[in-house]
């Protein structure tokens, strides 16, 4: 059973941090690009960061030079280092394993909320 399980959301102010995590089982997790998307109420999913199962990232312009995101094959996990975070990053946050042999497979998503 595959299973990908976010977590490390919470409330954090304006200009703080937060790490997410995101724990794969049940698949060949290295074979796997991994994204992490995020909804807010009332808007549509958007993409927030890729990497590739070779280690290229790719960002959101809105997230550009403020989030991270990186992978540990040794550990089937990807995290999404944000920083600097700004009340419009508030959202559910959910991480993704994509593959254009296998099917892809969706987490349940960590709440953000960036509040003062």
């Known amino acids: 059973q595959v299973q990908l399980v976010e977590s490390g959301g919470g409330l954090v102010q304006p200009g703080g941090s937060l790490r997410l995590s995101c724990a794969a089982s049940g698949i060949i997790f290295r074979i796997y690009a991994m994204a992490w998307y995020r909804q807010a109420p009332g808007k549509q999913r958007e993409l927030v960061a890729t990497?590739?199962?070779?280690?290229?990232?790719n960002y959101a312009d809105s997230v550009k030079g403020r989030f991270t995101i990186s992978r540990d094959n040794s550990k089937n996990s990807v995290y999404l280092q944000m920083n600097s975070l700004k009340p419009g990053d508030t959202a559910v946050y959910l991480c993704k394993a994509e593959s254009p042999l296998y099917p892809s497979y969706w987490g349940q998503g960590t709440q953000v909320t960036v509040s003062s």
């Open positions: 990497v590739t199962s070779g280690g290229a990232t």
